[in-house]
């Protein structure tokens, strides 16, 4: 976790987006430097899940144009709006994700992070053919076999990952992961580019606000970061709570 838990007012928040996402900038290029990739390669994900309209305003404003969200009424709600006039966006859902809510979650994002299930991986399938759009969907794998978290058994993601292309027809852009709160990210990293490179996956969302430089490290080329640009938010919204269903 960042150590950025100071409380600044709204006004001084805004004022800050840009200023913090030229921070993360910055030290995703030199993680990547260091680890002799391309500064350029990895998309900077900006996780805006209970952000208001403002604040991502300011994060546009400053360049970004990935964002992050981990529930489909909260996007349903604030990007149709946000999205009018611009140019570029991609959304991403990072969040786990319940049957019901498919088709809604197709129509609002670019991309799902949290592909967990076989029954999630059939209704993406049927409502992406009933909505006429395909997207691209990363794998969540439960690296640390945390009871309490999503993600499929590290020992079922091959097959899993077999399954969510033949039988269903999807296209798996990569894997995902969130470690332990109390382990080092950087086994679990490792761990996730193992299980993409066997099976023949490109992407690795993998990296947020506290471990961004050891996800780079280990190759992500997507990371998923809130706290560092936006601030801090209220404690239900931390990354490992999850919700039932
Ligand atoms: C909230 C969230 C993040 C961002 O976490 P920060 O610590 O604020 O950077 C990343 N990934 C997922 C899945 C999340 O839910």
Known sequence: ???????????????????????????????????????????????????????????????????????????????????????GLVLHMIGPLQTNKVREAIEQFDTIHALDRPKLAEKLALEMAAVG????????????REPQKAGVDPLEVDAFVRRCRETYGLTIAGLMCVPPLDEDAAIHFAFLRELARRNGVAGLSMGMSGDVESAIAFGAT????????????????????????
């Open 1 to 87: 976790m960042s150590e950025r838990t100071m409380s600044p007012t709204i006004d001084r928040k805004q004022a800050s987006i840009a200023a913090n996402l030229d921070s993360v900038r910055r030290m995703m290029a030199t993680a990547a430097r260091a680890a002799g990739r391309d500064p350029e390669d990895g998309s900077l994900i900006a996780v805006s899940k209970t952000q208001p309209a403002a604040a991502i305003l300011a994060a546009i404003a400053a360049g970004q144009r990935h964002f992050g969200e981990n529930r489909v009424q909260e996007a349903a709600a604030k990007w149709p709006g946000l999205r009018a006039g611009q140019r």
């Open 133 to 144: 759009r395909s997207i691209p969907c990363f794998v969540q794998v439960n690296t640390g």
């Open 222 to 245: 997507h990371v998923r970061i809130g706290t560092a640009i936006f601030g801090a938010r209220p404690p239900k919204d931390q990354p490992e709570f999850h919700e039932g269903g």
